[in-house]
């Protein structure tokens, strides 16, 4: 077999590789891409495609809107199957506690110039009729957007090829190797893959530091108009980005289509990616308090997908402590469409020894000591 | 909290396998249930049939029968969800007899998703069902023995037959019919049809290439004309319904539920019998469910005396095959306009560009509807070689509420 030449190899076509491609190739770079299974599978294919800003830490939040705001650039050059949605987020709050939480919430956007407007009980029932009764409020954040990521990855191929990318689907990376200021990836079929830069954008399947988190979502037929926004209670704070070992936080979301998309869970330790009824069901029974008549909806179909998690909650972009020919550009955990764009910005910036928009140190993998990566 | 009941057996499916292994395995089980979707007991053939033999033996036997019961997912544990109207049903088994049957399968061609057009076991459970037909011009179209089996029955619903088209040869269906007169019954069968059937045209070697309001053109020996009908009724054959069997992770072999000597399933104390192992029709069904009721109780040498009887029933199944395999011709008919997936309204043309089944469904949205997959499913893999071979949970849409509740 013979060992094509590229300048980068990008290792896994998810929405995160598959952004990698698209960054490097408009940067006048050669490009390989080697995905296992299909462009915009994997994790990609699982998860809900909001794109929102987050307010964690300062580093999850210069992500999330710097990636935002280049998702916003492509507004009007992303092609209908996209489905982008502008329907915003409107985070919910059941209590007092969490109408705290609201104003924290809106009073960090503001200052940071991302629109949020606090609504109490009655403009809440307006924005959603179907909330139960009885709720506190809310906090709008109306810049937040919706995508459908599997399309979404299929684009930005389509647009890296167009600069000269090559692409392999159905060909897995089995190992990579550097030396001599050279990288080699070799494939499943035998073929290797020479290239100054190996990004590993595998998500959850890559072997650096990321501990896969699996999530369920369920789907319902068509309800036009039953859900406008992308709601989310804020509970989600405290349960879902917590550690624990299992949770679950309503959050749906109005596909395009008019069906309703119900999440999510979140579980360690789990390798098995089969629906588990007892989560699915407390999944639902979440959603079902916070909206009663999403019992009466009709799913046709549950799924799971699994996260990349990492001790810190923040992805790991840049050079791997290990092996410096290899970036990686994983561990996005619940997150990774909306940052697909601006992880793939900072690892082109970083290749082409440009001052990036946004400083790429939170997220460099060197912030956890070498030993903590496991090969 | 949900209702919850335990056999220890439990047959899903209540067509002529599903009845045989329910009863056989009776005579021995300490408890066994059928659970069917339908409100009576009698599958595909016997629907609306109250005095089969089957049926009766069934209803005089211990064996619990779940009618407007279906299953939707398998929780985990040796334990099936099911749906009753909105309310969840668990039921638990020791062992399980999968004889969920099959359904028709749709060949996308143009105007095929025209309100006039409609799969033939369905406009014959319609009719059933009080659609009035009397007096309607219809037209069978597509394989097999079953479209005869409808057109007789709507004819003597009152309906106006104006053909039968089988797109088989002449040949093939000779050979076929040599075959079925070996054996008397069915060649008693086989004649009833006919004298029903009498002084309608059986063309064979024809077939649908596109239906209109009204018409529909017609192809055979190179000539394609149009044919005034009220009603287009359709069926390419037969599909296995498998998913159930997937989602309890039994391996399947070229679209069948794979089972070994005794019916059983690489899931150890799953059995699977009737239509889903092999389309060879309700003889062969009944068969394949006593062997799986002999087996699931404990009785090998019992079951083995039926096995003589099953490979007959094999050899019929091997003929029927071989007679009614659909012609390459058939696949040539969707345009790229052409609808495949009618839940999505995705047409030939865009799924013709993807060449795996993840690829076509995450791209296209094809076989992500309500009916996820199971019509356009085997349609892309007839016209494309693509199998859909992707099941979740659950198998049938039901409400978030059911789902929701926990034991
Ligand atoms: C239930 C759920 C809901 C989510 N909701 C959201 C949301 O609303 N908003 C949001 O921004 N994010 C969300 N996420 C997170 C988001 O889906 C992921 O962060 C993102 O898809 C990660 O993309 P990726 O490209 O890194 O990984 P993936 O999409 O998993 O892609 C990795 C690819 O690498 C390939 N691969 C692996 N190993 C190899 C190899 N050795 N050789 C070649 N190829 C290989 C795989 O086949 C796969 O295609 C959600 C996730 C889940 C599970
Ligand atoms: C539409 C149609 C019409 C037919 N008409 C004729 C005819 O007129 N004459 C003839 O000789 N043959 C006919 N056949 C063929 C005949 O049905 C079969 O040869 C024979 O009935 C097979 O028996 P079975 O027990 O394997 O399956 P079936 O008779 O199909 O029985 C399977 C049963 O399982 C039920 N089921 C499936 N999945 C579930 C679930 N998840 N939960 C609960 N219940 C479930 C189904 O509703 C069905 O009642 C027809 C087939 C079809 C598909």
Redesign the interface.
């Known amino acids: 077999m013979s060992v094509r030449i590229a300048d980068v190899a990008v290792v896994g076509g998810g929405i995160v590789g598959a952004a990698c491609a698209d960054a490097f190739s408009a940067d006048g770079l050669s490009v390989e891409l080697i995905e296992a299974g299909i462009v915009g599978g994997g994790a990609s294919a699982a998860g809900m495609g909001h794109l929102t800003v987050m307010d964690d830490s300062e580093a999850q939040f210069a992500l999330t809107s710097f990636s935002l705001r280049l998702w916003k650039r492509l507004e009007t050059a992303l092609p209908a199957e996209v489905e982008y949605s502008r329907c915003g987020t409107l985070w919910v709050a059941a209590d007092d506690e969490e109408m705290a939480e609201v104003e924290r919430k809106r009073q960090f956007y503001t200052l940071r110039g991302v629109t949020a407007e606090t609504l109490d009980a009655r403009q809440v029932a307006e924005a959603e009729p179907n909330l139960r009764p009885g709720l506190a409020g809310g906090l709008l954040v109306p810049g937040d957007r919706v995508i459908y990521a599997p399309c979404a990855a299929a684009w930005l191929v389509k647009r890296a090829i167009a600069g000269g990318a090559r692409v392999r689907t159905g060909v897995r990376a089995v190992s990579t190797d550097a030396s001599m200021g050279a990288g080699m990836v070799t494939l499943s079929d035998g073929g290797r893959v020479s290239a100054k830069h190996i990004v590993d954008a595998t998500g959850a399947a890559s072997p650096d530091l990321v501990r896969p988190r699996k999530g369920h979502l369920a789907i319902t037929d068509r309800y036009a108009g039953f859900v406008r926004h992308q709601v989310v209670e804020l509970g989600y704070l405290k349960s879902a980005h917590g550690h624990d070992i299992e949770s679950v936080a309503f959050n749906v979301q109005p596909r395009a289509t008019g069906q309703v998309l119900i999440g999510s869970s979140r579980q360690y330790g789990i390798g098995d990616s089969r629906v588990d009824a007892h989560l699915l069901a407390r999944m639902l029974r979440r959603a079902v308090e916070y909206m009663p008549r999403i019992a009466t909806l009709s799913v046709v179909r549950a799924w799971t997908g699994f996260r990349a998690a990492t001790p810190d909650s923040l992805p790991l972009i840049g050079p791997s402590p290990r092996n410096g020919q290899v970036l990686l550009a994983t561990g996005h955990e619940g997150l990774g469409i909306t940052t697909s764009l601006g992880t793939a910005r900072l690892l082109a910036d970083w290749v082409a020894g440009r001052k990036p928009p946004i400083p790429i140190e939170p997220y460099l993998p060197t912030r956890f000591p070498a030993e903590v990566h496991r090969g | 909290m949900k209702d919850s009941l335990a056999f220890e057996i439990v047959v899903v499916g209540a067509g002529p396998a599903g009845l045989a292994a329910a009863c056989t395995a009776s005579e021995r089980a300490r408890s066994v249930a059928i659970v069917d979707d339908n409100p009576a007991p009698g599958g595909q053939i016997w629907r609306g049939e109250a005095r089969t033999p089957w049926i009766e033996r069934a209803r005089s036997s211990p064996v619990q029968l779940l009618t407007e019961t279906q299953v939707v997912?398998?929780?985990?544990e040796p334990a099936l969800?099911a749906a009753r109207g909105d309310r969840p049903v668990e039921i638990r088994y020791e062992k399980l007899i999968l004889a969920t049957g099959a359904r028709e399968r749709f060949l996308p061609f143009p105007g095929w998703t025209r309100p006039n057009v409609l799969g033939a076991g369905g406009l014959q459970a319609l009719v059933k069902g009080g659609m009035p037909i009397a007096g309607k011009r219809v037209i069978v179209a597509g394989s097999g023995p079953l479209l005869l089996a409808v057109a007789a029955y709507l004819r003597r619903q009152g309906a106006k037959i104006a053909m039968v088209a089988e797109q088989a040869s002449r040949g093939a269906v000779l050979k076929f019919a040599r075959t079925v007169a070996r054996s008397p019954s069915k060649l008693m069968q086989t004649l009833g049809l006919m004298r029903d059937l009498a002084g309608v045209p059986y063309r064979t070697g024809c077939w649908p290439v596109e239906a209109a309001q009204g018409e529909v053109k017609f192809r055979r020996g190179g000539r394609t004309w149009s044919e005034p009908c009220d009603y287009l009724a359709c069926g390419f054959g037969l599909v296995p319904n498998t998913e159930l069997a997937a989602l309890l992770g039994c391996t399947s072999q070229d679209g069948f539920v794979a089972v070994d000597s005794r019916q059983q399933t690489t899931q150890p104390g799953v059995y699977c019998a009737g239509e889903p192992t092999g389309i060879g029709g309700a003889g062969l069904a009944i068969v394949e469910g006593r062997i799986a009721g002999y087996s699931a109780t404990g009785r090998p040498d019992e079951a083995r005396r039926l096995f003589a009887e099953r490979d007959r029933g094999n050899r019929f199944r091997i003929k029927l095959q071989e007679a009614f395999r659909l012609r390459p011709e058939l696949a040539a008919l969707a345009r790229p306009e052409t609808i495949v997936c009618r839940c999505?309204d995705v047409s030939f043309g865009r799924i013709a560009e993807h060449r795996?089944w993840?690829?076509i469904k995450?791209?296209t949205?094809c076989g992500?509807?309500?009916c996820?997959a199971r019509i356009c499913g085997p349609a892309v893999d007839f016209l494309l070689g693509i199998p859909a071979d992707s099941v979740?949970?659950?198998i049938f849409?039901?409400?978030?509420?059911l789902?929701?509740?926990?034991?």
């Open positions: 997912a398998s929780p985990g969800l999505e795996g993840q690829a995450m791209q949205r992500m509807g309500p996820q979740r949970p659950p849409p039901v409400p978030a509420g789902l929701a509740e926990d034991l």
